[in-house]
């Protein structure tokens, strides 16, 4: 039997930040071992609840109070009068973070892990080049992400206690693990993605006019924001589901789609349906490192659907692209320039 001596100097040792793993494992045996103990916690409860810790605190002392408590636990045993004091103070520092924890029925390994903070987060940052072939990262948790080219990818060498967070702009594809104790989110220019474990592909670089985020598998909670960081819009999407963002006013158009058009980079194709020229130009710039430049607005909106090989080169995609002869491409020194067909 532990004696009760020795249980005050756990607490002391443990708020001094000097408790070992074994004696963290008999502190927490003690805490549930009978309900008196347990009963020790409530009554300092009350005393928080009824924010006389803070009094205290302040210069107004529940002596009596605290002696109680403290002759609870030493019930039976011979009581160093000259450490009642200290004794005191550590039941205050420990009821102000401990004992909500005991209440709600957490272990003390529970409350270590939920009040001891996180040590500061380092970041690994990758980025892929226009043109750059696709890239691979694992994270810390097993969650796969596959960047995109023109993406940088921001992510912490090992993830918090309560979160998993990374920054993204540009594209990729996310596998998440799954861990129902800590949320994975993917933070955007202007959107948040918030999930547990589920399968998608994000579309979002910060200097383009609209987002895109199309769920594979799973469920998702999408938060967009406005050019002023308001939030706009919060709505969860299920399977199959394909958000488009604008990036400016934050507004949300939620359609079902064939995930598998947009996920199709992943396998080493390019897939579109229905798209527009100029968004399917900015696919290519970043596909391919190089600049296009539409000359007439006319051209623009003109909307085509196909699938070509990454390993294609870049002329062989315009011709399938022209071969309706709407227009033509001229590659220059710096730049291809498409215009409309004379």
Request: proline share 1%; net charge neutral; with cysteine.
């Amino acid at each position: 039997m532990t004696s009760n001596d020795h249980i005050e100097e756990l607490i002391i040792r443990y708020f001094e930040k000097e408790i070992d793993e074994g004696s963290l494992k008999e502190l927490d045996q003690w805490i549930h071992e009978k309900e008196e103990n347990k009963s020790l916690f409530f009554e300092l409860k009350k005393l928080y609840d009824s924010q006389r810790l803070s009094t205290y605190l302040k210069g107004r002392s529940y002596d009596k109070q605290w002696e109680s408590l403290y002759e609870k636990i030493n019930a039976g045993s011979t009581v160093r009068k000259k450490r009642t004091n200290h004794f005191r103070i550590i039941c205050l520092r420990y009821a102000a973070v401990a004992v909500m924890a005991v209440c709600i029925g957490f272990g003390m390994h529970e409350l270590i892990r939920k009040f001891t903070p996180d040590p500061p987060i380092s970041f690994n940052e990758i980025t892929v080049e226009k043109g750059g072939k696709a890239n691979l990262v694992i994270l810390s948790d097993g969650s796969e992400v596959i960047l995109n080219s023109a993406t940088h990818f921001k992510y912490p060498t090992e993830f918090g206690k309560d979160k998993r967070e990374v920054y993204l702009d540009g594209e990729a594809y996310f596998k998440v693990a799954k861990d129902d104790k800590k949320l994975f989110i993917v933070k955007l220019s202007r959107q948040e993605i918030t999930v547990l474990g589920t399968w998608f592909n994000v579309l979002a670089y910060k200097e383009d006019p609209y987002s895109t985020i199309t769920l594979a598998e799973g469920k998702i909670l999408l938060e967009s924001y406005d050019e002023n960081g308001k939030k706009m819009s919060q709505m969860f999407m299920t399977s199959e589901e394909q958000a488009y963002v604008d990036n400016t006013t934050g507004s949300v158009s939620l359609n079902k789609v064939d995930a598998t058009i947009a996920n199709s980079w992943i396998d080493g194709k390019y897939r579109f349906k229905d798209e527009k020229l100029s968004t399917i130009v900015r696919r290519l710039e970043n596909l391919y490192g190089v600049a296009l430049r539409i000359e007439s607005e006319t051209l623009k909106d003109i909307r085509y659907t196909g699938t070509f090989s990454l390993g294609q080169k870049i002329e062989d995609v315009l011709k399938v692209i022209t071969s309706e002869k709407q227009f033509n491409y001229q590659i220059t020194s710096d730049e291809i320039i498409l215009s409309v067909k004379k």
